[in-house]
């Protein structure tokens, strides 16, 4: 399950909202088992700038499918 890490991405909440606020961003990833408030600032920041958020349902497969040996809340795919 790497299939995010041959591609541009950034990982992490503040480097995906930063990607998304500056029109970098082409899909963002979410993992369910996120914290409500993190899922909710990710997804209205989303929502006004018209990204799509796919879900996965942990942060350690989220981490693994970005090729990193810890968990990951969100990645954003960048341009």
């Given amino acids: ?20 606020k500056e ?3 082409l899909k ?5 088992d ?9 997804v209205e920041c989303c929502d006004s700038h018209q990204i799509t958020v796919e879900r996965v349902e942990t942060k350690v497969g989220l981490g693994k499918a970005g090729g990193i040996d810890r968990a990951a809340a969100v990645i954003a795919i960048i341009k």
């Fill in 34 to 42: 996120t914290d409500e408030s993190i899922k909710k600032s990710i």
């Fill in 1 to 20: 399950m790497n299939q995010f890490v041959d591609v541009s991405k950034v990982i992490g909440m503040k480097q995906t909202l930063k990607a998304v």
């Fill in 23 to 25: 029109g970098k961003a």
């Fill in 28 to 32: 963002v990833i979410l993992a369910e």
